[in-house]
């Protein structure tokens, strides 16, 4: 999705008005923070699966407002439709 869905201008505009992006790669098994992140990518998500997208409290980093699983085969419809539950 990172190169399909998020350049798409109807996706990226909603990205870049409504949220700020903090990214977790997961699927990287060399570095030395690893198993922090997977703590809490589990205590978030609730899942070990990837990809996944969360969008968090900005205000409270532990409360998880929505997560969208996997991608979207709807070609960005249904991401958009998430971003647009959570927008602020």
Do not use: C
């Not at 990172?2 to 990214?23: G, M, N, Y």
């Not at 997977?38 to 699966?49: T, V």
């Amino acid at each position: 999705m990172e190169f399909t869905i998020f350049p798409r201008p109807e996706i990226a505009q909603r990205l870049k008005r409504s949220f700020v992006e903090a990214r977790l790669h997961t699927d990287k098994k060399s570095f030395k923070d690893l198993d922090r992140v997977l703590e809490y990518k589990r205590r978030i998500a609730q899942s070990d699966g990837s990809p996944i997208y969360v969008i968090v409290d900005p205000e409270k980093p532990e409360a998880k407002l929505e997560q969208f699983d996997g991608l979207d085969l709807t070609r960005g419809v249904e991401f958009a439709k998430f971003l647009d539950r959570n927008a602020k």
